[in-house]
Antibody, heavy 120, light 112 residues
C-alpha cells in the first residue's frame, strides 16, 4: 500500500527555522516525483515545488523559489520542506504528494498534511 | 504561467441532481503530439487531503464512482457529478500539468 506519512504539527515564532518531512512507503521512492502543496487557512491549493528523489532534481514554483528548500534523502525514503526564517504568512497546511515518473503529472497519493503555525 | 479559473465559486444541488463545475485555462493544455489534455480534477473534503478523481481530463482514477465524469479539451473543461450524493459535499479543484503545475481556485459543492 502506497503511503506518505508527514511529520506532526508545528508552532513556531517568526524568524525561526523549520524542516518538515514526508516519508514514503509501499512503492519505489526513487522512481516517482514528490511535490509540496500549500493550503493557507480557508484558501485553495498552491503548488510549491517538486523533487525527484532518484537524483534530487528539483523544480520550484517561481513564487516560492528562494523562500523554501525542498530536499530528499532516498536512503530513508523521506522528502523535506524547509524554511530558514519563517514569517506569519507561512501559516498553512503543507501537503506532500506523489507525482509520476515525469515532473508534469497529477498527484495520485497525498500525505495527511502538516499544519504549520507561525505566531509571535 | 497558466492560470486556471473555475466557476462557480460554490453551488448548492439537491440530492440526486446533477452538479456541473467549469474550469478554464489561460492557454491550451492539449498536447498535440499525443492528443492528451493535461488536466486533472481533485476532491477535497473538510479536514482531509485532496483526492485525485480524474486525469487526462476524462480518465477516472481507480475506485472513483462513475457518477463523476470529466469532459472538455483545449482550454475549457467540465467536471460533472451526475447524481449528487451526500458524501460528495466537498471542494473540487482542477489542475493543469501541461507546464509545471497550477490549480484552479476551487468550487465548493453543497446540498440544497
Amino acid at each position: 500500500e502506497v503511503q506518505l506519512v508527514q511529520s506532526g504539527a508545528e508552532v513556531k515564532k517568526p524568524g525561526e527555522s523549520l524542516k518538515i518531512s514526508c516519508k514514503g512507503s509501499g512503492y519505489s521512492f526513487t522512481s516517482y516525483w514528490i511535490g509540496w502543496v500549500r493550503q493557507m487557512p480557508g484558501k485553495g491549493l498552491e503548488w510549491m515545488g517538486i523533487i525527484y528523489p532518484g537524483d534530487s532534481d528539483t523544480r520550484y514554483n517561481p513564487s516560492f523559489q528562494g523562500q523554501v528548500t525542498i530536499s530528499a534523502d532516498k536512503s530513508i525514503t523521506t522528502a523535506y520542506l524547509q524554511w530558514s526564517s519563517l514569517k506569519a504568512s507561512d501559516t498553512a497546511i503543507y501537503y506532500c504528494a506523489r507525482g509520476e515518473v515525469v515532473p508534469a503529472a497529477p498527484f495520485d497519493y497525498w500525505g495527511q498534511g502538516t499544519l504549520v503555525t507561525v505566531s509571535s | 504561467d497558466i492560470v486556471m479559473t473555475q466557476s462557480p465559486d460554490s453551488l448548492a444541488v439537491s440530492l440526486g441532481e446533477r452538479a456541473t463545475i467549469n474550469c478554464k485555462s489561460s492557454q491550451s493544455v492539449l498536447y498535440s503530439s499525443n492528443n492528451k489534455n493535461y488536466l486533472a480534477w481533485y476532491q477535497q473534503k473538510p479536514g482531509q487531503p485532496p483526492k485525485l478523481l480524474i486525469y487526462w481530463a476524462s480518465t477516472r482514477e481507480s475506485g472513483v464512482p462513475d457518477r463523476f465524469s470529466g469532459s472538455g479539451s483545449g482550454t475549457d473543461f467540465t467536471l460533472t457529478i451526475s447524481s449528487l450524493q451526500a458524501e460528495d459535499v466537498a471542494v473540487y479543484y482542477c489542475q493543469q500539468y501541461y507546464y509545471t503545475l497550477t490549480f484552479g481556485g476551487g468550487t465548493k459543492v453543497e446540498i440544497k
